[in-house]
């Protein structure tokens, strides 16, 4: 222990070029934090999925819509215990960039089915009679001060939806019992939307209650096997493969995302190493003069590393802080198409591991370095 | 007869340049009884300074053996030989090098850190060993805040605060005035007659050497005469 006050008088010996150390792995940390976070918020979804249900789609593109009585077709199948649908609308409220998922649902076999979609009785029932009533996640009426009973107006955003504004009326504000349901999303009335559209009786996807897991396969096979050779033909997956697929819309995140990360991880890397060797290079009489009143190589390998390891932990956790209280669902949830997310704690913990992984890799060559040093040849050099 | 506290017996050392062997000490031998304050002198290159480090053992001989006390240091480890430096030699460098991120006080008690004391007992041996360069009052001072002389006046507190069997110092005032220059010398006889501390003192200049009990003379490596002050 009695070391460690040499270590942060070292540390402290250049404070400008210390201080650039730190920040350059807190801005590391914060980004792989934060980029963790990101796709932790796309994989919550899929791992909270339900495994009683599984979605249908058609097999060329979930873009392609179907026959909304491919429900009751399916509702006769072994296995099937309920079925509902849904379509995405894609209305623009107010301005484009105010995006939010917005999706036109049979409305009591959609709500029955979701029991994650948390609703007070009135609430429900008030939905349930209203036509052009729609529900709201909380996240949404926080991000633009919603009410209930407010009205609120979509414009088109697919044509075949028409080219009139649809005025809604708030008629409820959800919670989200679990990831698996957002709370940043709309729900309205099919019907509502199915009356304007250019191809009435089409849904996007369908949602069916199975009543064993286990049998999740078979039903899905035989559920894609009753279309087979129609116009409309299905691929039917698990709801976590149906999420799953949502994300890859965007590419493969993990690849990119983490490709991005390890990337700015190696940078500072070599950063702080850089800093590091520059440090002892510039100490090299010291570390001298140190060995010659009797210290150890050891004690000078983990003086110079304690350095190292000092300088990234306190950048790591200044990072993993700033991603901790910056990056949250209602500061990056909001405007875009991603889901809500925020950096949990065990993302703070790997970020601030891998600060020490940094300190102790970037120390490593510079301390090798400074206990290997010939006493002799270092004060030989400076004289 | 006092006894010997240095025993060199032909020592050599010869420093590597690529391909070329370039002998620095030829064939040394000395005998330093204890209490001793030594001054050596020669030329540069003449090898002294290789010989004050090689007696500091923070270098080894290319043949010969040395002893100081009880142990031959030429056979030791190098965690052994460190550790054996940490309790027996207090060195004194010509520019003094200190730490400059550290206080006086700090600087002093830096070989203090290798030992087993606590937090009050190192306390109290920087203090006596400030006190005997008269910079106790100097103790919170970072090096940039003290002179020349001062700093070589902390240095030596450096170098006996561990209260080591022999103080070695290398040109310690070359780089001084010669009224630090001069104080520094007292403070050396000092530390020699009323401490009883063995000095083995590298310089080129004749009034340091005046202060010295014996002169070694080095040229070429070689010892070539012996004079007693």
Known sequence: MKFVGLVFKSARRNLRRTMLTVFSVAIAVFLFAALRAVLDGFHAAAEASSSTRIVTIRSTSMIFSMPSTHAEIVRGLPGVRDVTWASWFGGIYKDPKNFFGQFAIEPESYLRMFPEIVLTPEQKAAFLEDRTGCIVGDGLVKQFGWKLGDKIVLKVGIPIYGREDFPFTIRGIYKAGSNAVDNQTMLFHWKYADERSVRPGEVGWLVSEIANPDQAPQIADAIDRKFENTPYETKTDTEKAFQSSFASMFGNLDLLLGSIAIAVVVTTLFVAGNTMAMSVRERTTEIAVMRTLGYPSHIIFFLIAGEGLLMSLVGGVLGASLARVLVTPSTFGGNSFMPPFGVSGRNVVIGVLLSALIGVAAGLIPATMASRLKIVDALRRAA | ?229
């Open chain 2, 1 to 229: 007869m006092t006894m010997a506290l240095i025993e060199l017996r032909d020592v050599t050392k010869t420093y590597k340049r690529d391909a070329i062997e370039i002998p620095v000490l030829e064939s040394v031998t000395i005998s330093v009884p204890e209490g001793d304050y030594l001054g050596l002198m020669g030329p540069s290159g003449s090898g002294k300074s290789t010989l004050l480090n090689l007696l500091a053992g923070i270098d080894r001989p290319t043949g010969g053996s040395i002893r100081i006390g009880d142990t031959e240091i030429s056979t030791l480890s190098e965690r052994a030989l460190a550790a054996w430096r940490a309790r027996h030699i207090g060195f004194i460098f010509q520019l003094y090098n200190l730490i400059p991120v550290l206080t006086a006080f700090e600087n002093v008690e830096l070989p203090l850190l290798l030992t087993s004391l606590s937090k009050k007992q190192r306390r109290e041996h920087v203090m006596t060993a400030l006190n005997i360069v008269s910079l106790a009052d100097r103790a919170a001072h970072y090096p940039r805040q003290l002179s020349g002389g001062q700093e070589q006046r902390v240095a030596i507190a450096r170098a006996i605060v561990t209260d080591p069997t022999l103080l070695l110092a290398d040109e310690p005032t070359g780089d001084l005035d010669a009224k630090s220059a001069g104080e520094v010398l007292t403070l050396l006889q000092r530390l020699n007659t009323e401490y009883k501390k063995t000095i083995v003192m590298v310089t080129h200049d004749p009034h340091a050497a005046e202060r010295a009990t014996h002169l070694l003379h080095l040229e070429k490596g070689t010892l070539v005469e012996q004079v007693g002050a």
